[in-house]
């Protein structure tokens, strides 16, 4: 079934914008191409782009060589199959765009597809090509309309046991007591769903910085006492003064909690504090001292300029024993650009590619 459809973006982004500027001036700080071996700035028409194989070796792409392979712009939605949207874990799901009939012959069309994804309760699978890239999308019947969500691949989806370090077994056992108190933790704090009781906070504090400062007028932002964390850790005194608290909100409220207050229950202080990652460079990796010989001399410096097979190998092996979390200390250290976004290969390759550049420069 093929339906021709326009695209139009569900959602918005009201985060506060700013431009950089350089204090104590009006003049905006802009972004240059810059050649990082000559330093000089290089023109758009000149760039393309490139492919890392080995450190300092790539495989250069040019624009027309993409645009090639580009599949272009989709004008319709060609669905291939049909799903239970209860069998996509939402992590696949990524952006959502309403679906709207392109021109009023096809309204009929729209309207028999709609009706048919609200009865049987499915989702259709389709690719989607938009912005020179191609992407799966699940389209849907919402409120009367159809609802596009762009989806993830397989492969773009993380591991979490690769990704998040201390997770728990999965025959990890809790006590009976435990899970008692704490379900009655989730029932006294239960809520209806309403979007309207949320709201971006930090945003709007932000603006009202803005107006003030436009007006003349000078703020004091009050920070409030400082959590003091502990490294101790006793769930059963977490739960029972986590209910405690609730039902103390029930006894002033004959009516049981507000949303409001039902939203923003009391956090726990009893976070253990992570150490603060070091920002000192990590030891070279070699053999032992040289002796005082011209010979012993040489071969040192021949063996720090050219490393064999054998050393690239120990330190592939030795960043392969961390976890994530020791990876991203690492990354710290060397000052990694885009650490926090990066997988644990993709941590452990920059860091391996930073600790090489770091024994070259050192010898």
């Known amino acids: 079934m093929t339906v021709p459809v326009a695209l139009y973006a569900a959602t918005e982004s009201h985060t506060v914008g700013f431009q950089q500027i350089q204090r104590g001036t009006a003049d905006r700080v802009r972004n240059k191409r810059v050649n990082e071996r000559t330093g000089e700035e290089v023109p758009y028409s000149e760039i393309v782009k490139g492919f890392e194989l080995t450190e300092g070796e790539y495989v250069i792409v040019e624009p027309q060589e993409l645009e090639r392979l580009s599949p272009g712009r989709s004008t319709t939605i060609e669905i291939t199959g049909f799903v239970d949207l209860d069998q996509v874990d939402s992590i696949f799901l990524d952006t959502t765009y309403y679906l709207g009939p392109r021109g009023k012959e096809y309204t009929k069309i729209y309207a028999l597809l709609q009706k048919a994804l609200e009865h049987s309760g499915r989702a259709g699978l389709a690719l989607f090509s938009m912005r020179g890239k191609e992407y799966l999308t699940a389209v849907r019947a919402e409120g009367g309309l159809l609802v596009a969500h762009t989806m993830h691949f397989a492969d773009e989806v993380r591991d979490p046991r690769r990704e998040v370090d201390d997770l728990p077994a999965a025959d990890t056992t809790v006590g009976e007591k435990e899970l008692s108190v704490a379900e009655q933790l989730i029932e006294m704090l239960a809520v209806d769903w309403n979007p309207d009781d949320y709201r971006d906070t930090f945003a709007d504090q932000v603006r009202e910085l803005i107006e003030a400062k436009a007006s003349g007028q000078e703020i004091a932002v009050s920070q409030g006492p400082a959590e003091k964390p502990t490294n101790v850790v006793d769930l059963m005194e977490i739960l029972n003064r986590s209910l405690e608290t609730a039902h103390a909100r029930s006894a002033d409220q004959p009516g049981g909690p507000t949303r409001a207050e039902a939203a923003s229950p009391s956090r726990s202080r009893t976070r253990k504090t992570a150490p603060s990652p070091s920002r000192a460079q990590p030891k070279a990796v070699g053999g032992k001292k040289s002796t005082s010989t011209a010979k012993a001399r040489l071969a040192a410096g021949a063996a720090g300029k050219k490393r064999t097979t054998a050393s690239k190998k120990a330190i592939a092996e030795d960043l392969g024993a961390l976890t994530k979390a ?31 550049r770091h024994l070259r420069t050192a010898s």
């Open 326 to 356: 020791e990876l991203y200390k690492k990354a710290t250290a060397f000052d990694i650009p885009h650490r926090s976004t990066m997988t644990r290969d993709q941590l452990q390759d920059a860091v391996k590619k930073a600790r090489r």
